[in-house]
């Protein structure tokens, strides 16, 4: 795996995790915030840590935010500073921005001035807890952007007989592509494969066809 640059702006809670994450995971991490103590903080948790002011176009400018593989900007409740922060790095030449939202309507603008991702990080966790406690076999999510995503299903009794019999394609929309049996991974299954309890099957689906298949395990 190759080593990214990444820049994260703003060290609250979820900047401060984005950054250490990301280092302990080998990457060059340069993490910036108007604060001294929530730089201090992480001094020797990244590459290199730095008071700065992002809403400022020259202060981004200083230290090269085009040439990171990645700004993530983890400004939390201070909206306008978000905004600016985001449309300053996009003004300079920044290759890829992810942003934090505390809200819809910021979501909303983030994305016009220009963000390449926004996520909102208490809501998207909220839905994902809720899907899980309301449809627990469904093991896990993961969202590939444009309306699709893989979602890895624990068979039970609503999930009994072969790929064939079960015909998800046809009935939900979605697509077998692995099995996952005790670790083991057979990647494009036969249809005359039969479930045995406690596979997981790997689907990959739009978000409207995985809904329908979450209410039919649900129900």
Do not use: W
């Not at 905004?83 to 996009?90: E, F, G, P, S, V």
């Not at 009994?160 to 394609?169: A, V």
């Amino acid at each position: 795996m190759k080593a990214k640059q990444c820049l994260v702006i703003g060290l609250g809670r979820f900047g401060t995790a984005v950054a250490t994450t990301l280092y302990e995971m080998g990457h060059e991490v340069v993490a910036v915030d108007q604060k001294e103590e929530n730089v201090e903080r992480v001094l020797n948790l990244v590459t290199h840590a730095a008071i700065l002011d992002a809403t400022e176009e020259r202060a981004l400018r200083s230290i090269g935010v085009a040439d990171f593989d990645v700004v993530i900007v983890g400004i939390g409740t201070d909206v306008q500073a978000n905004i600016l922060a985001t449309m300053n790095a996009k003004s300079l030449g920044a290759q890829y921005v992810v942003c934090k939202a505390i809200d819809e309507m910021a979501r909303r603008v983030l994305e016009r001035v220009g963000a390449d991702l926004v996520i909102r990080p208490e809501h998207d966790m909220g839905v994902r807890l809720a899907r899980q406690i309301a449809t627990p076999n469904i093991v896990d999510t993961l969202d590939l952007g444009s309306d699709y995503a893989i979602v890895e299903i624990e068979a039970n009794e609503r999930l009994r007989g072969t790929l064939k019999d079960l015909n998800l394609s046809n009935r939900f929309g979605v697509q077998v592509i692995a099995i996952n049996r005790s670790g083991r991974i057979e990647i494009t299954p036969r249809a005359e494969e039969e479930l045995r309890p406690h596979d997981k099957l790997v689907l990959i689906g739009n978000s409207h066809s995985i809904d329908e298949l979450r209410r039919f395990l649900g129900s």
